[in-house]
């Protein structure tokens, strides 16, 4: 009788299922799963190429693919192809993994662009990035796709670095709320993954964002707190929320590579936190250990070092693993056991996402790829993305029925929509949607003025002729980041002004924007700012000179129209900075939740004219706070009440504020709660972010908001390195409210 293969019968858990597949695997079987080809690679034109999928795998098989990245079609229709060679023409007919970019948005032609992640932030509303990971996991996994390279859960604490506009900014719990709404979007909520939800991979595990000088790459400093208390609050939600991948950082903390830190890998996301998982290598990041950071004398040490401390998975290829492996394996270097313990979590993996039963793209679904509702939705999420800074006089909104409207500057007539992204040449750019909002007997005047970058001043004279005919001049300045994700995929033009390796020593608007905006202003114009960017911009005239200032980010698809619809009054805006903006780059680190020691102690800011101390010639305070954003009506806060007064070091308590619109317009407003530990046996930030809710009201209207709060939001790090919680005094603080509850 023929033995039963267990790990085809759907009816079994993933860990019988996995375990059973494993046992009937050959060493090279295994190994073969611990990497990754590219899809694309396979294409002999729009094909694929049978005889080179023969030479790749033979009988073998993959762990994961690249997705192709081509158009739609091309995509499912590869993928499509790939897989039934794997369960066809390979011994254990194991589907491979496919693995796609989604940071806002499936990476490839004709997919929802999204907000960038820096603008999901924005919104503070988790339940939108939920719905936005929803919608994309539905039109990846309609190609085929079952594995998203997001969400970015790295903290962006140095502006000068160019991958902040993939983060949700610089606090641990907005992100760590914002991460884990998306892996509940992407995943769903069920034990296994269904047909229209993708793997999440976390990133970049971890302390990634506050590299060396602002560095992509470079180390990161801190102390074994810093990352308890600071990097890892993040990751551990989206874990908890159920994520089934982590990848980790390029970067090293602590004098270890990510790559080969036991303590990340093993000690903290296993044996702390029970993650069940696999890790997936960033590109290139094993190949690394030997040829960047130098801990690793050769290829095979570099994938013993990273087998060792837990990875699972090497990517785009097998530098380090792959024979190396196998050599190491059958000479007695490494122990074939923990080449069985990385299958397994891989097999896991797939069978948990149902790859064998439904390894395929679903031709069917391709009606779901940007369908009038992910357009729908990308457009309410930008609205709710993009933040009034500044707003004197009331300038904003501007009638439609303004008789004429000067458009100005390099970021006008273009849909800058940020890295790990397509171009679309459907995307609205701040012109189209101006020009869309406006009444018909409104005159717009456009004028690029000059470039984001270089020192040309050729098309100021036409800037400065349209500010001078307008009743207001909306200048949009900014940046520009690579469509297609930065330096790993091969399209390094040289153009990007951020994005992943397009990193800055100044956060000063580039080439002679800011000189634009000067000469548009001295005309007498109202002039509206927009910047449209993905790392805060700095500049103190514009700040103090701009009447309006607006922060769009890189706002999706339909940025130009949410835009349109700010600008104009039909939305009143209600996003919120996620992170803080500097004054310079002099002033960096700027984070709001820093040590009390940190921004001076003298309180004597100096100015140009007159010095002070602390700094010499200025004061150490932001440009723009963080949690900062403007409305076109009031709010109010009353009535903060915390009940009990006194709870123990286990005990809970309930805040509740009353909110109340005191303007004449409908307006969204973000409650947020800090907390700051009054004294404490080792030092702790002046404020923390511990809750926020988003909500709506009418004019004259209140809302009653409460928030729980327990032992999780008032413990320490102590000195022992470990988790506690003090008794004394903690100040809860929302809106212009204070209150102080007491632990004993």
């Known amino acids: 009788m023929p033995e039963t293969t267990a790990y085809r019968d759907p009816s079994l858990p993933a860990e019988a299922r996995a375990n059973d597949l494993l046992r009937r695997m050959t060493l090279e079987e295994k190994v073969r799963q611990m990497s990754q080809r590219d899809a694309a690679a396979f294409l002999l034109g729009d094909d694929v190429d049978p005889a080179a999928l023969r030479e790749t795998f033979g009988d073998r098989g993959i762990g994961t693919l690249q997705d192709p990245r081509r158009d739609l079609q091309t995509n499912a229709k590869t993928v499509n192809a790939i897989q039934r060679y794997m369960l066809e023409e390979t011994r254990l007919g194991i589907p491979a993994l496919v693995i796609s970019e989604c940071l806002h948005g499936h990476m490839s032609d004709g997919a929802t662009i999204f907000p960038q992640a820096i603008g ?49 900014g610089e606090d641990p719990y907005l992100a760590g709320r914002m991460g884990s709404a998306y892996v509940k979007g992407m995943q769903g909520t069920g034990l296994e993954i269904d047909r229209e939800h993708l793997v999440c991979t976390l990133k970049h595990y971890a302390a990634h964002g506050s590299p060396e000088a602002g560095v992509n790459l470079a180390p990161v400093a801190g102390s074994l707190r810093d990352l308890f208390t600071t990097y890892l609050p993040p990751f551990r ?15 090293e903390y602590l004098d270890v590579p990510a790559s080969q830190s036991y303590l990340l890998l093993t000690r903290v996301l296993r044996e702390a936190w029970g993650f069940k998982g696999y890790t997936y290598s960033d590109y290139g990041a094993i190949e690394m250990l030997h040829s960047m950071h130098r801990t690793a004398s050769s290829p095979a040490e570099a994938g013993r070092l990273a087998l060792g401390a837990g990875m699972d998975l090497e990517a785009p290829g097998d530098y380090g693993f792959g024979q190396n492996l196998i050599d190491m394996a059958c000479d007695g270097v490494i122990p ?4 069985d313990r990385a299958v397994l979590r891989i097999l896991y993996v797939k069978f948990m996402a149902g790859l064998f039963e439904n390894p395929y793209a679903d031709t069917d679904a391709a009606k779901v790829i940007n369908c009038p509702a992910h357009r729908e939705l990308a457009r ?3 609205r709710e993305s993009i933040v009034l800074l500044k707003n004197d006089g009331g300038l904003l909104p501007l009638s439609p029925q303004i008789r004429s409207l000067a458009v100005i500057g390099p970021n006008a007539a273009v849909a800058q929509l940020g890295d790990y992204s397509r171009p679309a040449e459907r995307a609205v750019s701040p012109l189209d949607g101006i020009r869309a909002a406006v009444s018909p007997a409104t005159e717009i ?20 002729e349209a500010a001078r005919a307008a009743d207001a001049a909306i200048v949009c300045i900014g940046e520009t980041s690579h469509a297609l994700g930065g330096t790993g995929w091969g399209l390094d033009t040289g153009s990007a002004t ?8 100044e956060l000063t608007p580039s080439g002679m924007q800011e000189e634009l905006a000067r000469a548009v202003a001295e005309t007498g114009a109202p ?24 922060e769009a980010w890189y706002p999706g698809e339909e940025g130009g129209h949410a835009l349109a619809e700010i600008l104009f009054g039909s939305v009143n805006p209600s996003g919120k900075l996620p992170i803080t903006v500097p004054r310079s780059v002099g002033h960096v680190p700027a984070f709001y939740n820093h040590k009390p020691s940190a921004r001076g102690y003298y309180h004597r800011p100096g100015t140009p004219e007159t010095p002070g101390r602390d700094y010499v010639f200025t004061p150490p305070t932001p440009l723009f706070s963080f949690g900062h954003g403007l409305s076109y009506t009031t709010f109010a806060y009353s009535d903060l009440v915390i009940l009990p007064e006194r709870i123990s070091p ?3 308590a309930r805040v509740s504020v009353t909110v109340s619109n005191t303007g004449d317009r409908a307006g969204k407003e973000v409650a947020q709660l800090y907390i700051n530990d009054l004294y404490s046996s080792v030092t702790t930030p002046v404020k923390s972010l511990r809750r926020f809710e988003k909500i709506a009201l009418e004019p004259g209207e209140s809302k009653t908001v409460t928030f729980n709060i327990g032992p999780d939001d008032l413990e320490l790090f102590n000195d022992e390195m470990q988790w506690t919680v003090e008794p004394g005094e903690f100040e809860i603080m929302v809106g212009n409210l204070c209150g102080i509850l007491a632990v004993s």
């Open 120 to 168: 999901l932030a924005s919104a503070w509303n988790p339940r939108l990035i939920g719905d936005m990971a929803a919608a994309t996991a539905k039109e990846a996994r309609a190609t085929g796709v079952a594995q998203a390279l997001a969400p970015d859960l790295d903290l962006a604490r140095d502006p000068r670095w160019g991958r902040v506009e993939e983060t949700y």
């Open 237 to 251: 939600e989206a874990v908890n929320a159920g994520a089934l991948s982590v990848m980790p950082a390029y970067s």
């Open 336 to 339: 074939e056991e923990l080449i």
């Open 380 to 382: 309410e999420i930008a």
């Open 445 to 464: 005047r456009y004028a690029k003025g000059c470039e984001l970058y270089g020192s040309a001043m050729d098309g100021f004279a036409q800037a400065v």
């Open 498 to 505: 951020c994005g992943e390796g397009y990193d800055r020593t």
């Open 527 to 550: 002039v509206i700012v927009v910047l449209i960017n993905g790392r805060p911009i700095s500049s103190e005239w514009i700040a103090e000179h701009a009447p309006a200032i607006i």
């Open 650 to 652: 286990y005990g809970s």
